[in-house]
């Protein structure tokens, strides 16, 4: 039986990140790993009740709440289990290395256990910071770098308000609607659709947040690097999700993958087999994340599991690309304009084939549908005069 979620509800997952929360700010609670198992081991019915048993009455937010639960179960094993924070992670920048056994006030260890646990997922500034993955770190001055977010995020929003125009008026993306029932045309609209509803959104948070900590100077502007890649990147499939994507899930995906792969199944570091252990062991756990999201929008295993199956083609097919790629290299094939053409078709044919698959189960049920609720809109405010759109059926 599923639960309307309330206020009491809400505040369970508090138990978890104050018990997280008192062991990281700690130089003595809890150092034996068995210790810290013991706090793991409570997040887990917590959340997985949160996720699979109770609902915001909202699809979106259902979706959203799903993978959130998943998401607090991972980062807590990874901070508390696979690693020794206390020991092993520090903030570290290029003038200066603050390790936790260097922070002498409660408030200063405080301070380190929220920017670990709540405020950092992609680890900027950190000893574990994918510097090889990210975007660079901005280097104009705040002034500059303000404007330029503001800007960027103002663009993401107008986007963002574009697809949520073509949601509202378009039948196939309203409840009971379906993508698959498109043309290979349609598909690949709705597939970009997806993935720049995704990305826009993301943007447009990232930049506000962004803009506003660097004009307050809580933040220097080297501390933003951009959250995509972008889609100089995205001409493979391996490079659209290491390099192109968000790397909001990067750590605990990767901490985890290394756990099973090194310490679990003992393969030989840096081995071929390893790293495409650690490829699809990544992907199945995003799956997983993505799953209890769409279980608690669909409440059906069947129907959520298009998801967990979308994830975990992708890492089959990447291995066909670098089987491919190998191939070529050994024809001789050298890279260029042609053969990044070439790329960027294979990762649209790519997406385009199995996206749909995921999605389309998740706005029949009415994941990108507002209901009644109408939504502020400049595109349609300017197109039809409906500042206040409702959605057109």
């Known amino acids: 039986m599923v639960k309307q979620l309330d206020v009491l509800l809400i505040s369970l997952h508090l138990l978890p990140e104050l018990l997280a929360f008192a062991v990281l700010s700690s130089k003595t609670l809890c150092q034996p790993r068995s210790s810290r198992f013991v706090i793991w081991l409570t997040s887990i019915p917590i959340y997985l009740y949160l996720a699979l048993f109770t609902s ?9 709440l799903g993978q959130f639960c998943v998401v607090r179960i991972l980062s807590l094993l990874d901070f508390l289990v696979i690693t020794d924070a206390r020991r092993d992670l520090w903030r570290a920048d290029d003038h200066d290395s603050v390790k936790f056994a260097d ?3 409660p408030l200063a260890r405080a301070e380190w256990a929220i920017g670990l646990l709540f405020l950092n ?6 000893n574990f910071e994918p510097r090889h993955a990210l975007p660079p770190h901005p280097e104009e001055g705040r002034l500059d770098f303000v404007l330029r977010q503001a800007q960027r995020g103002v663009l993401a929003f107008l986007w963002f308000d574009l697809m ?13 609607g379906s993508v698959l029932n498109q043309g290979l045309g349609g598909r690949a609209m709705y597939t970009v659709w997806w993935f720049t509803t995704v990305s826009s959104g993301f943007i447009v948070s990232h930049s506000m947040l962004a803009a506003f900590s660097v004009g307050l100077g809580i933040y220097q502007p080297s501390d933003w690097p951009n959250l995509f890649g972008g889609v100089k990147y995205m001409y493979t499939l391996r490079k659209f999700w290491g390099r192109g994507w968000h790397h909001n899930l990067r750590r605990f995906l990767v901490s985890t993958a290394d756990f099973l792969t ?4 003992h393969l030989q570091p840096s081995s071929q087999l390893a790293s495409y252990s650690q490829l699809y062991l990544a992907f199945l756990l995003s799956g997983l994340v993505h799953f209890c ?6 409440r059906s295993p069947s129907l959520a599991l298009s998801t967990l199956q979308f994830f975990a083609l992708q890492p089959l097919v990447i291995t066909l690309e670098d089987g491919a790629i190998a191939l070529g290299k050994r024809l001789g094939i050298s890279p260029g304009v042609d053969v990044r053409i070439l790329g960027y078709t294979w990762t649209a044919a790519c997406l385009t084939v199995m996206a749909p698959y995921w999605l389309d189960p998740l706005v029949h049920a009415g994941l990108a549908d507002p209901g009644e609720q109408k939504s502020f809109s400049v595109v349609q405010g300017l197109w039809r005069g409906e500042w206040f759109a409702p959605v057109r059926r």
Do not use: M
């Not at 997922?121 to 950190?126: A, E, F, H, M």
């Not at 999201?293 to 669909?298: E, T």
């Open 103 to 105: 922070l002498g006030s």
């Open 56 to 64: 915001t009455g909202t699809p979106s937010l259902d979706y959203f």
């Open 164 to 176: 949520g125009t073509i949601a509202r008026t378009d039948t196939a993306l309203q409840v009971g």
């Open 293 to 298: 999201g769409s279980y608690a929008l669909l």
């Open 121 to 126: 997922p992609r680890g900027i500034g950190w």
């Open 262 to 265: 090194l310490q679990v199944l």
